[in-house]
Nanobody
Framework: QVQLVESGGGLVQPGGSLKLSCAASRSISSADAMGWYRQAQGKQRESVAA???????NHRDSVKGRFTISRDNAKNTMYLQMNSLKREDTAVYYCYTNWGTSYWGQGTQVTVSS
């Protein structure tokens, strides 16, 4: 069974940075797509960023210029570098990968507060 384990969440002040990691239990080099979603309390889950097998990326408009998705196939790990964090970025962040079937991590809490 495939496992995705997120880490790197926590409490940060507005304007601060965090780097999320998503470690997979199998090789990600063949993953069709990988990405991050987030879900704020009382809101629907929304896509944050995605990266294809070829390395193409896209980010939702509200995080462009602040967040960067990347992947390290050798480490079977995907990352989300988050800079200039805002209170509205507060949410549980989930990573996913797709090898024909989608797999999800358990989520990591990111709280942006002073």
């Amino acid at each position: 069974q495939v496992q995705l384990v997120e880490s790197g969440g926590g409490l940060v002040q507005p304007g601060g940075s965090l780097k999320l990691s998503c470690a997979a239990s199998r090789s990600i080099s063949s993953a069709d797509a990988m990405g991050w979603y987030r879900q704020a309390q009382g809101k629907q889950r929304e896509s944050v960023a995605a990266i294809t097998i070829g390395g193409s990326t896209n980010h939702r408009d509200s995080v462009k210029g602040r967040f960067t998705i990347s992947r390290d196939n050798a480490k079977n790990t995907m990352y989300l570098q988050m800079n200039s964090l805002k209170r509205e970025d507060t949410a549980v962040y989930y990573c996913y990968t797709n090898w024909g079937t989608s797999y999800w991590g358990q989520g990591t809490q990111v709280t942006v507060s002073s």
